[in-house]
């Protein structure tokens, strides 16, 4: 693998300007540590040099340290792991005085079919991730082929480069095609799906301009590349947190979201898709809180929404700011805090506090896509005793440098684990942070 390109990870990180000022060090600056992580030549070894870093930041550097962690294990396929590295509790709390949803008004339903229903009268569905948080891709997968069914030829990524020019010749994201991103299995499961479903992919994202520009640019970008040329585009896209506000406010003072200004933009009221907000954050841990409260009293073992039985409904906690809100189960049914649920009818959230030991070996249950994949069990036989070490399937035709179906690290020997997969062929590939190939074999996964 090549260093990554570290475009979109470094829009989300404002520490960086008040770090760089402190006198020099022992430890590495903050600059220094994303300049050391884009560098370097795989996610074992940005994994590692992190790992070692860790404990000779500041307090405020070891923030962003934990950011950049979380991102890499999730590309890992570490997925437990990097949100308890990173529990980035951003979750915008609901209005002052927003009240619980009751189960005697709201009942809970396939989020995938709602969210359809609702884009069949819009021409631009957004729809927002936890850049650390890979379940937050899994309704974007569902959406594709029923979003192209219903007519929609564009689908906007956020972290791709527009210096892939290859993409939809070659039909998958390699380690060049954007950020660190879009090595996480998932997120180029979405890009390859959309290319074989036919969508013009477009990447949108602003290099090189300063944060509080990035939202205009990033609507701009979109209006000259699809609406200019094509008035009547109809408009998919998948980007980062609050980019699909629909009102200033979550993103610093004085930006108008990116959703809010393609609006503008293009006269079109597009349809926003919030699903950072209701998710688990402290997986392994204790969630006092509004997610916690409204999914303890509704629970569905996929993406879910919540509609009014009287009328049909979508509920939205903040109809102002987003369209739609969809809460994610937990990655386990154990994690969900009977204990932690809140008794008044105020929607808000208190503390996250540590519980008693999980097992963070067990890859959450979501992995496969409402029984669309099937378990692969591996082990580190095939590591040869290089710990740690990466397994990962590639899809038969596909180089060592495309994003894999599914990657799972094992950090300690003896151990073993599964990948998910969708039936078919593959090329099973075992290496080390050296990048070199410990083993590989052909393997077929058949349908149950």
């Not at 701009?220 to 200033?248: M, N």
Request: charge should be negative; hydrophobic fraction near 40%; glycine fraction near 6%.
């Amino acid at each position: 693998m090549r260093p990554m390109n570290v475009m979109c990870l470094l829009c989300t990180i404002v520490l960086l300007a008040s770090t760089d000022a402190r006198g020099q060090t022992s430890a590495p600056t903050a600059r220094e540590v994303v300049t050391k992580f884009g560098s370097a030549p795989n996610g074992l070894a940005r994994y590692n040099y992190l790992v070692s870093v860790m404990p000779s930041l500041s307090n405020e550097d070891k923030t962003l340290a934990q950011q950049l962690l979380a991102t890499v294990e999730s590309e890992l396929g570490l997925y437990n792991e990097a949100l308890m590295t990173f529990p980035f509790d951003n979750r915008i709390a609901p209005p002052k005085g927003a009240l619980i949803p009751h189960t005697d008004v709201w009942e809970a339903a396939d989020a995938a079919d709602a969210v359809v229903e609702l884009a069949a009268k819009r021409n631009i569905v957004m729809i927002n991730e936890a850049h650390h948080d890979a379940h937050t891709r899994e309704l974007t997968l569902a959406l594709l082929p029923r979003m192209r069914a219903l007519g929609f030829q564009y689908f906007a990524v956020e972290a791709l480069s527009p210096k892939d020019t290859e993409l939809m010749h070659r039909g998958y994201v390699t380690d060049t095609s954007g950020s660190e991103y879009l090595l996480e299995p998932l997120y180029g499961e979405i890009v390859r799906q959309a290319i074989r479903l036919g969508f013009t992919v477009v990447p949108y994202d602003a290099d090189n301009t300063a944060f509080a520009d990035r939202d205009a640019a990033q609507a701009q970008g979109l209006y000259e590349k699809i609406f200019a040329k094509d008035p009547h585009a109809k408009l998919f896209v998948h980007v980062g947190y609050s980019h699909i506000d629909k009102t200033p406010g979550n993103l610093g003072s004085g930006i108008q979201p990116m959703a809010m200004q393609l609006a503008r933009l293009t006269g079109e009221d597009p349809l926003c898709v919030d699903q950072t907000q209701f998710r688990d954050v402290a997986v392994g841990g204790i969630d006092y809180g509004f997610y916690n409260t409204v999914a303890s009293h509704f629970r569905l073992n996929k993406p879910y929404v919540l509609r009014d039985r009287s009328d049909n409904v979508v509920w939205s906690s903040d109809p102002k700011r987003v369209d739609v809100t969809v809460i994610l189960p937990p990655a386990a049914e154990r994690d969900l805090d009977e204990v932690g649920m809140m008794t008044s009818d105020a929607l808000h959230h208190v503390v996250v506090l540590p519980r008693p030991p999980f097992d963070i070996d067990q890859r959450p249950s979501w992995l496969t896509l409402e029984g669309q994949r099937i378990p692969y069990r591996i082990s580190t036989d095939a590591c040869q005793d290089h710990i740690p070490c990466s397994i990962e399937a590639h899809y038969a035709n596909e180089p060592d440098d495309a994003t894999p179906a599914d990657r799972y690290t094992f950090l300690r020997n003896g151990q073993h684990n599964d990948l998910f997969l969708y039936p078919g062929h593959y090329r099973l590939r075992a290496w080390d942070a050296s990048g070199k190939t410990l083993s590989q074999q052909e393997i077929d996964v058949a349908k149950r």
